[in-house]
């Protein structure tokens, strides 16, 4: 079984909203809550780039263009990091990875697909 495991991916209209998951099954509580958790997304034919991180302490960083837009969250009892997403535009359209990093250790998720039509 995977470390992260996304779901919440799929298809939009422009302007509605989504959410994805993550959760880490393999982790015990207090080591998911130890970790930053972040979403990171990659288009076709670009280099992956930062949505969101949330740090143990639920410190937010976003991505400038997804700022004010996309909200991340983390629920440390059910292992499991939040990525709302609203007022979508065709630009999002990309796979979201989730990623769990603390000190040298990092993990990625296989990718869930979000698709935006206009």
């Known amino acids: 079984q995977a470390q992260l495991v996304e779901s919440g991916g799929g298809l939009a209209q422009q302007g509605e909203s989504l959410r994805l998951s993550c959760k880490a099954p393999?982790?015990?509580?207090?080591?998911?809550?130890?970790?930053?958790m972040g979403w990171y997304r990659q288009a076709p034919g670009k280099q992956r780039e930062l949505v969101a991180t949330?740090?143990?302490?639920?410190?937010?960083n976003y991505g400038d263009s997804v700022k004010d837009r996309f909200s991340i969250s983390r629920d440390n009892g059910r292992k499991t990091v939040y990525l709302q997403m609203t007022s979508l535009s065709p630009e999002d359209t990309a796979v979201y990875y989730c990623?769990?990093?603390?000190?040298?250790?990092?993990?990625w998720g296989q990718g869930t697909q979000v698709t935006v039509s206009s």
């Open positions: 990623h769990a990093k603390s000190g040298t250790t990092e993990y």
């Open positions: 949330i740090a143990p302490g639920r410190t937010t």
């Open positions: 393999r982790m015990i509580l207090s080591t998911f809550s130890a970790y930053t």
